[in-house]
């Protein structure tokens, strides 16, 4: 996490302001990172991020533009209704977690760690087999050109095994790391409990990611979706209508 703070150092702009989120906010459609931007002349109410691919309509991008108050009002918001949802029922919350993250890996690393213990049984076997077979290679029992066809055999699967266990291994150490994420979440909630405005500390402590989507009228009104991805725990889809604080957002940008 702290190379990746790095990787994102804030730089003051011309009017020698930062963004808060600076280095987390991403175009939804190319990808790239939503630029900070402001002027001398503005208070700081509209400084904003814009996709760094869109240069006035001759880049290849849309505008995916989004004020920085505004992100701001929708960050806290977020914040702050996972928080209360944490303490209002911590099990409901982590239910809601294991949920969305694990319950389908869960099936799926069970599986894997059944595979994973049957191929190294495996493995163990065709070492003993090879010996035998070598050992029936020096005494004539057979033919060294079956030796050598049964021993390429072997080989053949027990690299194909060993790659296979490292690589399921591998996942399944990852799925485990996630669940012990949780904790770590669940620790920096405790932290910040009852936070009334964001700081760049607490934004670099919860978030991890966020992802503004290009606007688009509905009824006739602008609304604008944007994802946030927390750390440890990735996106978490509170069981409410995930676009209400994007509309009270909006509402008030519009008339700001």
Do not use: W
């Not at 029992?141 to 390429?152: V, Y």
């Not at 060993?162 to 399944?172: F, I, L, S």
Request: hydrophobic share 35%.
């Amino acid at each position: 996490r702290v190379q990746e703070l790095r990787a994102n150092k804030r730089r003051p702009t011309k009017a020698e302001r930062q963004g808060m989120f600076s280095g987390l906010v991403f175009c939804a459609d190319c990808g790239s990172k939503l630029h900070f931007a402001t002027c001398k002349s503005f208070d700081g109410s509209q400084d904003n991020y814009r996709c760094a691919r869109y240069k006035s309509n001759t880049g290849d991008c849309t505008a995916h533009f989004i004020r920085e108050e505004v992100l701001r009002k929708i960050v806290l918001n977020r914040i702050f209704a996972v928080t209360a949802m944490f303490y209002e029922d911590i099990t409901a919350f982590m239910e809601l977690i294991q949920k969305q993250r694990f319950d389908e890996a869960e099936k799926d690393m069970k599986r894997k760690r059944r595979e994973v213990g049957q191929a190294r049984k495996r493995i163990a076997e065709l070492d003993r087999i090879f010996k035998r077979i070598y050992e029936d290679d020096i005494n004539g029992t057979i033919s060294h050109e079956r030796f050598l066809k049964l021993s390429a055999e072997y080989e053949a699967e027990q690299k194909e095994l060993t790659e296979k266990v490292k690589a399921e291994q591998q996942e399944v150490d990852t799925y485990e790391q996630n669940k012990s994420d949780f904790d770590s979440f669940a620790a920096i909630i405790r932290k910040y409990v009852g936070i009334t405005e964001l700081t760049p500390t607490i934004v670099n402590e919860f978030i991890k990611k966020i992802v503004v989507h290009a606007p688009e009228k509905i009824d006739g009104k602008r609304f604008q979706k944007v994802d946030i991805i927390f750390n440890f725990v990735g996106e978490i889809h509170l069981p409410t209508d995930p676009q209400t604080e994007q509309k009270k957002a909006n509402k008030q940008e519009k008339t700001a």
